[in-house]
């Protein structure tokens, strides 16, 4: 594949790379281990702010993957995972075609390789996994998230960036355990990463991430639950054991969790009402009401760019949800503003939130203004043309595009989409709605299949990442 800019051929509609962009295979540094080339990101025209790595043709499909975006000083990995962006198919990830399970194990020797890859491509920006602020994987059962953390002690060292990890139902790749997205500044005095430590913070051995870290105005908290002592309920072991005379567990989770990050947020110099963007993992979207309400009552008066998706599982099993956010300090250059853009009130579960050059949405259901969820009428009619999902993710698009248009900014300026999916077979559609509105612009997506999404009949849920510096 080859760099080429991609600023023309797209007038359909606003897309990534209109700012830069730049069309290129995967980027690695040891072809035989990793299987693939590597080539310079090259932006499409002098100054720009933005320039993007992308597998033109993700595993040999029409799907333009923007796998790596660097915005300003930012740089963005999404949705990466243990298998090769042109190829597909990694002989060092699969073992031996004879006996697989020879040597290294296989969980461990996939974890390596998406580690490796980031590396190297963290390098060919100029900076490296110790400039990190922040890491996002998901995982399909609990033995990867244990090979994930050896390989990335392995890779990283001693500092960890914050870190969320959570059990879903399935990752992109079919044959995927992990999958893995991060954030990292450059090495320079204006982005020193300072970690933040508090005594009483939860802190483990086995994934040893820091709770928190500052890099500039900007303070990255990882994912955090409640406290333990909160997690089960007062009732002694051998009764009475009460059906309603006892907080409802979502709620008492919720408001430990709340209560729990204070101290982290203090140490770091900043409280919830500097949060813009938080992201909540749930056990079970028949959760959703109560934590919202509880939710609300500590930040509602100073509203977060706020995304809730179900998760299967958490670190334990009795965990009920996890959240993590992005502040600012207090005393911040950068200021926060709230952004109400036009959008159907039930499409999301709070508004957009613009701080200096990041613009955060909240997550977007594809709701639409009549109060129904899209694609349900003809949907099912038409399962060969995906038509329900890709209905459902037209919609959601549109409230995108009126949350940057309200924010000043444009599609061209995405860097990151998480997608939630219901079943992965699904994401066609929502490929199919972002090639007829943008052509080939670069897709900057993370997707992994979760448990059943709030609004009934919706197959895809999203949140978009902005960089309008």
């Known amino acids: 594949m080859t760099d080429r800019d991609r600023s023309s051929g797209l007038e359909r509609r606003p897309f990534l790379g209109g700012a830069a962009s730049a069309g290129m295979a995967s980027v690695l540094a040891s072809h035989a281990a990793l299987g693939q080339t590597s080539a310079p990101a090259v932006p499409s025209a002098p100054g720009s702010a933005i320039t993007v790595r992308t597998a033109e ?20 990995l999404n949705g990466h995972e243990g298998y090769d962006f042109a190829a597909g198919f990694v002989p060092a990830v699969a073992g031996a075609p004879g006996f697989p399970e020879y040597g290294k194990p296989g969980l461990r020797r996939e974890a390596d390789f998406i580690l490796e890859r980031m590396r190297q491509i963290l390098k060919s920006f100029g900076t490296d996994f110790a400039h990190c602020v922040r890491l996002d994987q998901y995982y399909t059962d609990a033995n990867a998230v244990r090979a994930y953390h050896l390989a990335r002690f392995a890779a990283l060292g001693k500092y960890i960036p914050p870190s969320t990890s959570m059990i879903t139902e399935r990752c992109f790749g079919g044959k995927s355990t992990m999958t893995t997205s991060l954030i990292a500044v450059p090495p320079e005095p204006q982005w020193e990463i300072k970690g933040v430590y508090p005594k009483d913070a939860a802190f483990f051995a086995y994934s040893g991430y820091a709770p928190a870290v500052t890099a500039n105005d900007f303070v990255f908290a990882a994912g955090a639950g409640p406290d333990p002592k909160d997690v089960l309920s007062n009732d002694r072991p051998e009764g009475p054991h009460y059906f309603w005379s006892t907080e409802l567990p979502i709620r008492r989770q919720a408001e430990s969790a709340l209560r729990k990050i204070e101290s982290t947020l203090s140490a770091a110099g900043t409280s919830l009402a500097n949060c813009l963007k938080a992201q909540v993992h749930i056990a079970g979207e028949e959760n959703f009401p109560d934590f919202l309400d509880v939710w609300n009552a500590h930040v509602g008066a100073s509203p977060v760019a706020l995304t809730v998706t179900p998760a299967k599982a958490f670190s334990a099993a009795e965990i009920m949800l996890s959240i993590n956010y992005i502040l600012l300090k207090d005393g911040a250059q950068r200021r926060k503003e709230i952004v109400r853009a036009e959008i159907p009130e039930m499409a999301s579960y709070s508004p957009a939130v613009r701080a200096g050059e990041f613009v955060f949405s909240p997550g977007l259901l594809p709701i639409t203004r009549e109060g129904t969820v899209a694609g349900l009428l003809q949907g099912d009619h038409f399962q060969g043309l995906c038509l329900r999902s890709q209905l459902q ?8 595009e009126a949350i940057a248009k309200a924010a000043g900014t444009d599609m061209r300026n995405v860097v990151r989409i998480d997608y939630w999916v219901s079943d992965i077979r699904e994401f066609p559609g929502v490929a199919l709605a972002w090639a007829g509105r943008y052509g080939n612009a670069p897709h900057p997506f993370a997707c992994v299949v979760t448990p059943k999404l709030p609004a009934p009949g919706a197959t895809v849920m999203a949140a978009f990442w902005f960089y309008a510096g």
């Open 57 to 76: 043709h993700l595993v040999g499909s029409a799907v333009n993957h923007a796998y790596a975006v660097k915005a300003g000083p930012f740089v963005f």
């Open 393 to 400: 993710a037209n919609t959601i698009y549109d409230h995108a």
